[in-house]
């Protein structure tokens, strides 16, 4: 059971480079979710997605796009690489109903010089 | 929009001695209150959860009490040990699924 599986768990980005992060889960969850966390801090919210079709804004969306076409994939890209989105990226899911547990991947530690 | 505050940011308890985490939210539409851990590298991972009917709940060393009319929740862990020893995160779940965290709290359990 693999659960929610993120690629790279690495990268190096040049500035002004561009890259997609991918998420995938194979659990049937309706809700996917990006957050980034940077070192000694929070998880912040960046995109959210409750369904194949459907994405929105969470609290730090700048310099980030997501797509959902199908229930199992959620890839997270961003387009201009910042020193400002050196950070660990954990993508999340959950079924339809609110009141249950996030399964979060295994993380990607992004750095961009 | 939701915003969590979670207090303290660092904890530092002796083995078997107990430890207490707060966190405060901000919408009242807030139903869902989960706490993570988060081991060095790791994934953070549920640990507990608590329904906004619901105003305490246990699972063996570890509690968690909700205040709705105060909309503050805690996490309590009793004699703990040194495999507690993580970030724990607070969490609030209101309208629209979003999962909004607290900052985190790092516990460091002292043998």
């Known amino acids: 059971n693999a659960g929610v599986t993120q690629t790279p768990k690495f990268r190096i980005l040049k500035i002004g480079q561009s890259m997609t992060l991918q998420c995938a889960q194979d659990m049937n969850h309706n809700y996917m979710y990006w957050y980034r966390q940077d070192p000694g801090m929070g998880l912040k919210l960046i995109y959210y997605?409750?369904?194949?079709?459907?994405?929105d804004k969470g609290e730090v969306p700048n310099g980030y796009n997501v797509s959902r076409s199908t229930t199992e994939d959620f890839p997270l890209r961003l387009e201009l690489a910042a020193p400002s989105q050196t950070s660990v990226y954990f993508c999340a899911s959950n079924i339809m109903e609110m009141n249950t547990e996030a399964f979060f991947g295994q993380g990607t530690r992004l750095t961009v010089v | 929009g939701e915003n969590v505050e979670q207090h303290p940011s660092t904890l530092s308890v002796q083995e078997g001695d107990s430890a207490v985490i707060k966190c405060t939210y901000s919408?009242?539409?807030?139903?869902?209150f989960p706490w993570y851990k988060q081991e060095l590298g790791k994934r953070p991972q549920l640990i507990i959860d608590?329904?906004?009917?619901?105003g305490e709940k246990k699972d063996q060393r570890i509690a968690v009490t909700l205040n709705k009319t105060a909309k503050h929740f805690s996490l309590h862990i009793t004699e703990t040990q040194p495999e507690d020893s993580a970030v724990y995160f607070c969490?609030?779940?209101?309208?629209?699924?979003?999962?909004?965290f607290g900052g985190g709290t790092r516990v460091l359990v002292k043998p």
């Open positions: 608590i329904r906004s009917n619901v």
């Open positions: 969490a609030a779940k209101a309208a629209g699924n979003k999962l909004t």
């Open positions: 997605s409750v369904g194949a079709g459907i994405t």
């Open positions: 919408d009242s539409a807030s139903n869902y």
